[in-house]
């Protein structure tokens, strides 16, 4: 009986699509930023600065987990 439990989960978590329009705006917004910053130049230094920030805050939450 767990096999088949098992099996639906899994199933269930395979067609879970709710964190799929999350991931896409994420991307959206790093293409408009690198887009951006491709087009004025004054901008990228600020870009590079957050992009560095969030680097190292996610890196920062992985190594205490």
Do not use: C, H
């Not at 879970?16 to 004025?40: N, S």
């Not at 870009?47 to 987990?65: D, E, L, P, R, V």
């Amino acid at each position: 009986m767990t096999k088949f439990t098992n099996m639906i989960w899994k199933l269930r978590i395979w067609k879970d699509t709710r964190g799929q329009d999350l991931i896409e705006y994420a991307l959206m917004a790093g293409f408009v930023a690198v887009a951006a910053g491709a087009i004025m130049p004054g901008v990228a230094t600020s870009i590079t600065t957050i992009f560095s920030k969030i680097g190292s805050t996610m890196t920062a939450a992985a190594s205490q987990s």
